[in-house]
């Protein structure tokens, strides 16, 4: 399987600070980048301060309905064609081949099963850190000077237009 690497470097020193490796080759979708957790990256080299907007405060933007599924939509569709084949191999009167295929179809569900829990409390774990980073007034004052939309709800109380409160 090919695989496309993205080296990320430091705007300021241009030192590599995080390297990603994503199956398929040629462009990677911005879906496919996305990540949870703070888009203020500071570079170890240097201590630059900048933004990576692969990444996403759960606290902000919540979590993608396609992470919260137990199962991804092309697993079950390689799952379901491992079955077919194996069936087809069976009917086929090859055994062998059509019980590893089967056996690898079912191995696919029982891992999304088994994955989906610890996903999920891994998010869980994700979004407590979010919420306790948008807590800091100065965090989502840096938030806010990378252009990084903000709700009303995390600003700090004197930003907020609060005429007629008074
Ligand atoms: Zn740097």
Redesign the pocket.
């Given at each position: 399987m090919s695989t496309t690497i993205i080296s990320k470097?430091?705007?300021?020193?241009?030192?590599v600070?995080d390297k990603k490796t994503y199956s398929g080759h040629g462009k990677v979708k911005d879906s496919d980048r996305y990540e949870y957790g703070s888009p203020i990256k500071k570079?170890?080299?240097?201590?630059?301060l900048?933004a990576d907007r692969d990444f996403h405060e759960i606290a902000i933007e919540g979590i993608r309905k396609q992470d919260e599924k137990t199962f991804k939509t092309s697993d079950i569709v390689m799952a379901l064609a491992l079955i077919g084949a194996g069936l087809a191999c069976v009917f086929g009167l090859d055994y062998a081949a059509g019980w590893f295929f089967a056996g690898l179809g079912v191995l696919i569900f029982v891992a999304g099963l088994v994955e989906a829990p610890i996903k999920r409390k891994r998010l869980e774990i994700e979004k407590a850190a979010s919420e306790a980073r948008m807590q800091n007034p100065s965090y989502v004052a840096a938030l806010r000077a990378i252009g990084v939309y903000v709700p009303a709800k995390y600003l700090p109380k004197d930003s907020v237009s609060d005429a007629g409160h008074q």
């Open positions: 470097t430091c705007p300021k020193c241009g030192k600070y570079c170890p080299s240097c201590g630059h900048f």
